[in-house]
Structure formats: C-alpha cells, structure tokens
C-alpha cells in the first residue's frame, strides 16, 4: 500500500513539473536571421514543394511573392509574404472544391513544412 502511495505521489509531482515546461524560441547567436535570408529559405521551399508534387509551375513573380501553377486540371497559387514583423507568411491555394483540390493543397502544405524543418 506505502509503495502505490508513494509511487503515486512520485507521478504526480512528476507530471506537475513537466506541466511547468516552456519551449522558448531557439536561441540565434547572431540575432535573428535577416528577413531576406526567411523569405529566400521560403520561397525555395515554396517552389521545391510545388515541384515534389508535380506542378508545373506557369509563373512566378518574386517582387509580389507570387507563383502559379497547374496540375491536371487544377490552377495552383502560392504566396510568400515578409510581415513587418520580420516573419514570413506562406499561403497556398487551388482551384476547385473537390477533395482532389483539397487533398493536392494539404500535400503542397505537408511538403513545404517538411523542406522547412517543421
């Protein structure tokens, strides 16, 4: 009974201190990486995820952050934005409503987090 008491009690401040856990953003020794060095790393991804999924990409315009694709029958359209903030936004979208376009969408997303590092 004392050692199921006691194991017990062991858990539970275990798990009150991994509770108290924080992950903080990784330490830059340098400050933080440049704007243009975040939006060159995204656009490249941007650009390798669209390829791995077999896009022809149709046009791309890196002063507007803008690239255009087609696969089969599907229009493909991704933006990088720089934020003010230094951060960089990437939004992907297709054309249509199906669960092809959707699907195509969530695989160009899940291949560009992963050139990412994410």
């Known amino acids: 009974m004392k050692t199921t008491i006691a194991r017990f009690i062991v858990a539970l401040g275990f798990s009150a201190a991994l509770a108290g856990c924080v992950v903080y953003d990784p330490y830059y020794p340098y400050g933080h990486p440049s704007p243009t060095a975040s939006f060159d790393r995204s656009w490249n991804a941007v650009i390798g995820a669209l390829q791995g999924e077999s896009v022809t ?4 315009d890196r002063s507007t ?3 255009g694709g087609k696969h089969g029958g ?3 359209s991704a933006r990088v934005l720089a934020q003010a903030d230094g951060r960089v936004r990437v939004e992907f979208s297709t054309s249509g409503s199906g669960a092809a376009s959707q699907e195509l969408a969530e695989r160009i997303s899940r291949s560009y987090d ?3 590092g994410r």
């Open 65 to 67: 952050g803008t690239i």
């Open 74 to 76: 599907l229009s493909v």
């Open 114 to 116: 992963y050139r990412m």
């Open 57 to 60: 990409i149709t046009h791309q």
